[in-house]
């Protein structure tokens, strides 16, 4: 299929010269192409039935029977659920699932283009392998054999941590689960997925606040919302059919929405409030309102009394941030800051919505954590409408990040202590001794691999081209598994480039064959191994708000690809830990049997409540969609009657005690019995003498109303309730505590005197183990604001983090404002996701948008004499340049760019379409912003920095 764009006739008043010379396209075509005509939404729920027409993608045979199967749209993490129509095997048609609590009915371009993913004729077809420069048909026999065989020949010549298993956030959870555990067998650290480069800073910013680092409510909660505040983000385009909910709180519950973001973005367009603030300064505008919140006596100081510790240390900082300084750092005058902080306080319950404008930053842990601290001043958590509803990106970024396919922690946020890895060791019945032996066991800085984080997927290319010797572990990375990862979602493509030629062997595991394939200039050593999508299989996946939902089965998997479980499986076969991998897991014909995979992870995983959700609770809900009330997401009445709808974590317990799911975190106006807590006592019990347990507040129905510690064997003893456990109970539990108990005995007895297991105690502002205790403003590595460095300088160089030498302070000390004056940030189209290879090559959606584009304003478009809609070159400041269309517009003020993250296959102005293995490239090629973007980490968690640096405009040809 070809795509060719739609000649319009210039339009009633539209003059001759809009015309883009040479292109056949009226301004207006373009900007349909660009998204910016176009609505985010299809949504059946704001539609009137009349204009709601089904679509199918054929006609449905007379006498054929339909089967209709439930599953999961698998492009963002808001979970919409879709009815796929099935007739002899063949999806043949699709529907929005009218009665499903998330979507009601409701799909967003890519969701209504769901179908071509069960056909995608751009797949990858069959295991190939890169030979002589050209792509070779391979069988999946030959290309285990030859993968397998490199994968231990480097392991016998540089240890296990030379292999890097890159995982995915499009796994389900069984597989995301086993990745690591497949990885850890391996004997590496050294593995991660897509939320080390989206959301990272959240789960350590958030969990570091209040001990859990994901959403606190849901996107139906937000119904009882007074005010919502976005910050950086952007749901109109990024999360159409949460924007639903939005619209929802805005009619029915007038709920007043501010909207915080450097660029004017669709969601601003329905804000009762739009502030543009500099890029990078989001600390400094959150200390400028509570700076008004604290002078007028605005904030809940009952609430701070009795569930805050440090809030104190937070108004110390607060003070320095007057509305001069504000105004001065920002951009955002007194008026528009109080205004800010007038809407929300005067409008509470209140939530804060942040994404990846908040979270990709050097300084995005303390983003994260100022984000936090702006609701607990206001009292704005634990209660329905308020909290920080966090919209993850991917389907299934939340599950696979709590299932531990990160690079510092085994599944449920264990971390990897020793303590951790015999946990899991008692889970997977695999002798500890036997998986430490797997590991590298010399130490380097004094750190054994195995309980030091490895190196973050944000990093990999350091890994590669570090000098080995700088390097916390005992080589360079030498192969790369990209499991279902897109490399152009990652910044500094040149050097990117360059760790690919390096690399002993790249095995590509995906759908699609995926930019990787493609930019690399290698000859050899490329391996393309065609996996499934999530519609050729089936098991569990978690929605941004917690819940977890099953997904069935919706076709058998197309031409030679397999599921990646079954890969898994040969290829631990292969490598010689299959029996460890698949102790207590079935497999039939080479596929492992996903129900035994989450049985088993619900044996385990009693740190987050991933205990209670067994795979028969997971289908009822799955069945009873309809019973869901579509606000609390409280069933009412039918089988699953008063659960909450996905048994959203914590589901405290085993499965037989019917815990419900927790839909609000830290809610203490209901018994934990009914998903109700306090905050988490995860950081001890007191700090510098002052005590961090709740005072004089409890969860309802508590025996002890006050704080209290993490509940223990111990605890339980001295509470006089240890009796209380059955023998066997006992046995299992002496000596553990309420995360490493087998048996839930613990929890059990626990939550049945009104205890949360882990405790009750206050959140916290400052974090003693953080290089900011207290949240503070730093300007981006890449600053134009040069006179600020003297008050808001970044960090010192580091020597060491997460294995790796880290620039701070030398990078920033380059002054390249004048060369390069604009600052550039990225973000997200409606029509794509991710790193786009999936989206852009299905038909339906690259008829949409097939441009990449730069926007850019009409001053600056004119200073380097460039008009709408003509090619021109975006250059960087460590010398990556791509070459775009223009699309000149004042949605970006003076002095910014803003530009899409979803294109790849041109690579610094060339078209790279014909290294595609044939029939497999995108409708859709473009050049990827991250070949602009620049260095810049997080310094807790790695994070790049992609929404604040700097770039310059050049003419082509100039």
Known sequence: ??????????????????????????????????GLVAGGAVAAGWLAPAMMQRAEAKTVEAGVPVEVKRTICSHCSVGCGVYAEVQNGVWTGQEPAFDHPFNLGGHCAKGAALREHGHGERRLKYPMKRVGGKWQRISWDQAIEE???????????????SVYWLGSAKHSNEQAYLFRKMASLWGTNNVDHQARICHSTTVAGVANTWGYGA????????????????????????????MQHILLAKERNGCKVLVVDPRRTRTAAKADMYLSLRPGTDVAFIWGMLWHIFKNGWEDKEFIRTRVFGMDEVQKEVARWTPAEVERVTGLNEKEVYGAAKLLSDNRPGCVVWCMGGTQHTTGNNNTRAYCILELALGNVGKSGAGTNIFRGHDNVQGATDFGVTSDSLPGYYGLEEGSWKHWARVWD??????????????????????????PVSRWVDGVLENADLIEQGANIRAMFYWGHAVNSQTR????????QKLDMMVIVDPYPTVAAVMNDRTDGVYLLPATTQFETYGSVTATNRSMQWRDKVVEPLFESKVDHEIMYLLSKKLGFADELFKHIKVENNEPLLEDITREYNRGMWSVGYTGQSPERLKAHQQNWHTFHKTNLKAEGGPVSGEVYGLPWPCWGTPEMKHPGSHILYDTSIPVSEGGGGFRARFGIEYQGVSLLAEDSWPKGSEVEDGYPEITADLLKQLGWWDELTEAEQKEAEGKNWKTDLSGGIQRVAIKHGFVPYGNAKARCV?????DQVPKHREPLYTPRRDLLADYATWPDAKSLWRLPTQYASVQEKDVSKEFPIILTSGRLVEYEGGGDETRSNPWLAELQQEMFVEMNPADANDVGVRDGQDVWVEGPEGGRVKVKALVTPRVKPGLAFMPFHFGGHFEGQDLRSKYPEGSDPYVLGESVNIVTTYGYDPVTQMQETKVTLCRFRKVGA
């Open 215 to 242: 959403m606190t409510n849901s996107l139906n909660d937000m119904h009882n919302s007074k005010s919502i505040m976005f910050i950086g983000s952007n749901p109109a385009e990024a999360h159409p059919v949460a």
């Open 147 to 161: 993968v397998g065989n490199e994968v231990l020949r480097l392991r016998k010549e540089s240890g296990p941590d």
């Open 1 to 34: 299929m070809k795509l060719t764009k739609r000649a319009e006739q210039p339009q009633a008043g539209e003059q001759g010269n809009e015309a883009i010379r040479g292109q056949g396209l009226t301004r207006r075509a373009f900007m349909v192409n660009s």
């Open 493 to 500: 493509g040149p050097e990117m480039k360059k760790a690919m």
């Open 767 to 771: 974090v003693w183990t953080f290089p």
């Open 430 to 455: 695999v002798d500890y001794e036997w998986i430490k032996a797997r590991f590298d066991n010399k130490a380097y800085n004094g750190k054994l691999p195995m309980n030091n984080n490895g190196i």
